[in-house]
């Protein structure tokens, strides 16, 4: 979309999400914003002639005709050094979505052009403020979930991760030179790499690649939050579950088996973890077609969970359908709730009926946890034992740990592919010149990461997720 986008406009947009806030500010980019800002600026102070640069300026942003339109605070921040890397004006107005829209308008107005999702971002990464990596982690840091996310957002966002990569590219560089003159001049006395230093090279940038990597499987649940389904029979509870591990009505609660009849989704944060918490349909047999729809859905989701929450309703029996569902999965992504403990003594004695008994689960290794949904007995404990089921006992991620996202990852995991067929051509004493076409080929992913090479079509994907106005 960017890509059809004339960089020479000046473009506009509103930079502050539209309700109602405090303050709300429209932002201009491009050569001409400074123009159009004093097209519509009316200093407050006489002696006003032009705006310094990084100074708050108080006045009133009028239209075109010279009508007044908000009180507002403008500042001027001029390229190269500002967000953008142009000239960039901020007005500051009050918070509402219609004042913050009229002043859009007037700047539209004077000759400004609406800018589209990520534009900004996207001229800062075009005219050098960052690389590609720095733009997908200022993106990062806006959707993070948690401090966690934040923290590790901000750690790419200072550049470290491109930087990194850019330095492994450069290695391979070096040595992709000393290939070639191995391969123009092989009579000649020059320094030349042994296979053995060149295996050694190679793989010393595999495994900082793989350290990377590393970092991106084990906190992957910290920057995006980690899929945790509940399921089981029919009011077993997980939709009281839900709310309880919610501490809000959410999810519907009856004690008519089949209330809920598709997935939801919410997002919860465990001491600091983010969680992405999914109430499902309960399983049961039946024939109503919207039910067994919404059964498949529960199915679906139960198998891309991190961890499922098979909650069990102790006052029923143990259905086989409970531990085909446990097999499919594995005692390391089940983690077994037993519910209704409020019915029954800590023997398991209960006024009408005995607990049932889940030993078959702890004898097959799968962790079980007590709760009452309903009184919220066990539930801290429940939070605990999914933290660590999630993350182990580590604590958060450190503060400058770099962990790549999905699209740099799968580059990544390409780069490793292709040094690991290059160290099996070197042992197979593959002629240098050949090698140097797999070389390449990862100097050029390595590229794609930072964005020092970059398709229309990546770049488009990659922006057209930004919101506007940033
Ligand atoms: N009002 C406002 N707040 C914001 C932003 C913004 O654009 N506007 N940002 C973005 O969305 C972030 C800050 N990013 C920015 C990055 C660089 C510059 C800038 O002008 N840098 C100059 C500093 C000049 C100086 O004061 O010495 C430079 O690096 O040369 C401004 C904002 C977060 N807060
Ligand atoms: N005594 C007691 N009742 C509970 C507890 N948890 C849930 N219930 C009751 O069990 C019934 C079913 O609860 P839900 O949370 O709707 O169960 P569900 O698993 O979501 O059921 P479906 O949506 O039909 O699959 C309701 O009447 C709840 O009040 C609990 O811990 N103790
Ligand atoms: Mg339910």
């Known amino acids: 979309m960017q890509q059809n986008h004339s960089l020479k406009d000046t473009i506009a947009a509103i930079a502050t999400p539209l309700g109602s806030g405090g303050v709300g500010i429209v932002r201009l980019s491009g050569s001409r914003a400074k123009e159009i800002a004093k097209q519509l600026f009316v200093s407050s102070r006489e002696a006003f ?3 310094r640069p990084y100074t708050m300026h108080h006045g009133w942003v009028h239209d075109r005709n010279g009508a007044k339109l908000d009180e507002c605070l403008a500042v001027f921040m001029p390229g190269p050094g500002s967000y953008s890397g142009e000239d960039v004006v901020e007005f500051q107005s009050h918070g509402g979505p219609v004042v913050v829209r009229t002043v859009l308008e007037a700047v539209l107005a004077s000759g400004a052009r609406a800018a589209g999702a990520g534009e900004f971002t996207y001229r800062a990464f075009v005219n050098g403020r960052m690389d590609l990596t720095q733009a997908e982690a200022v993106a990062e840091m806006i959707a993070a979930p948690t401090r966690a996310g934040m923290t590790l957002a901000q750690a790419k966002l200072s550049g470290a991760l491109g930087e990194m990569i ?3 590219r450069a290695k391979l560089e070096h040595l992709r030179a000393q290939l070639c003159v191995a ?60 709310n309880a591990l919610l501490g809000r009505d959410r999810a519907i609660v009856t004690d008519i088996p089949g209330t809920t009849r598709d997935y939801l989704e919410e997002a919860v944060n465990i001491d600091g973890l983010p969680v992405r918490l999914v109430d499902t349909a309960g399983i049961r047999e039946t024939e109503d077609t919207v039910e067994r729809v919404g059964l498949e859905r529960s199915k679906d989701m139960a198998q891309k969970g991190d961890l499922v929450l098979l909650v069990i309703d102790r006052t029923r029996e143990i259905l086989p359908d409970d531990i085909s569902l446990a ?4 005692p390391e992504r089940v983690l077994v709730v037993l519910n209704k403990s409020d019915l029954f003594d800590e023997n398991g004695h209960g006024e009408s009926a005995e607990a049932v008994d889940a030993g078959w689960f702890e004898r097959a290794g799968y962790q079980c946890v007590e709760i009452s949904a309903r009184s919220g ?47 099996t051509d070197i042992r197979a004493e593959i002629p240098y010149d050949l090698l140097g076409v797999r070389l390449e080929t990862v100097c050029d992913i390595m590229g794609e990461i930072t964005g020092e090479i970059a398709s229309a079509d990546v770049l488009n994907s990659i922006f057209s997720d930004f919101c506007i106005g940033k």
């Open 49 to 51: 002639s032009d705006f």
């Open 377 to 423: 007995a066990g539930v801290d404990a429940l939070c605990v034992a999914i933290r660590e089921r999630i993350v182990g006992r580590s604590g958060e991620p450190d503060a400058g740990e770099l962990v790549p996202n999905l699209r740099q990852s799968q580059a990544m995991e390409s780069a490793v592919a292709e040094l690991e067929a290059l160290a």
């Open 166 to 168: 850019a330095g492994l």
């Open 183 to 242: 391969v123009d001049f092989p009579d000649e006395e020059i320094e030349c790499l042994s296979p053995e230093e060149f295996l050694q090279e190679t793989q010393s940038v595999g495994e900082s690649i793989a350290a990377l990597l590393k970092n991106f499987h084990r906190d992957r649940c910290w920057r995006e939050g980690a899929l945790t389904v509940l399921a089981g029979q029919v009011n077993a509870g997980k939709s009281s579950l839900m």
């Open 327 to 330: 097999q499919d999965l594995g």
